[in-house]
């Protein structure tokens, strides 16, 4: 079986690192980019199955990464990290397609079961 691939978003470094070791411990193929441009690059070149996306981003909010991301492949699958808590931007990602949302600082193992989650069980629905 073919390793499902993570692609990670956020502009701090060692929030990347950590959540690569996390998800390479896991088994999964990760990438990290530390900002839209490069995110939406790996998403062309790489397919990832799901995206952990942060919602500040300089240059590219995560909103407008979150559109591009779902433009090249609508059934990617994007969990949102935030750092505030924006009601309205989670409610916006939501209906952009965000499956759902982790507030920073984020438990790591309720990330990664969410993660596994959602890449091993594909009759999991989104709540609305």
């Known amino acids: 079986m073919e390793k499902k691939k993570v692609l990670i978003v ?4 060692g929030i990347r690192i950590l959540l690569m070791e996390v998800f390479n411990s896991e ?3 990760t990438f990290q980019a530390a900002n839209g441009k490069l995110a939406l690059d790996i998403v062309r070149s790489e397919s990832p199955d799901l995206v952990l996306l942060d919602m500040k981003i300089p ?3 995560g909103l407008e990464i979150l559109k591009h991301l779902k433009e090249i492949n609508p059934s990617i699958k994007v969990i949102m990290m935030t750092a505030y808590g924006e009601l309205d931007m989670i409610k916006e990602a939501t209906k952009l397609g965000a499956l759902m949302h982790f507030t920073k600082p ?3 193992d309720e990330m990664r079961v969410a993660v596994n ?3 091993h069980n594909k009759s999991v629905d989104q709540c609305s």
């Open 27 to 29: 088994g999964y193929t």
């Open 117 to 119: 989650m959602h890449l």
């Open 10 to 13: 956020d502009d701090q470094n």
């Open 59 to 61: 240059g590219m909010d």
């Open 106 to 108: 984020f438990d790591i």
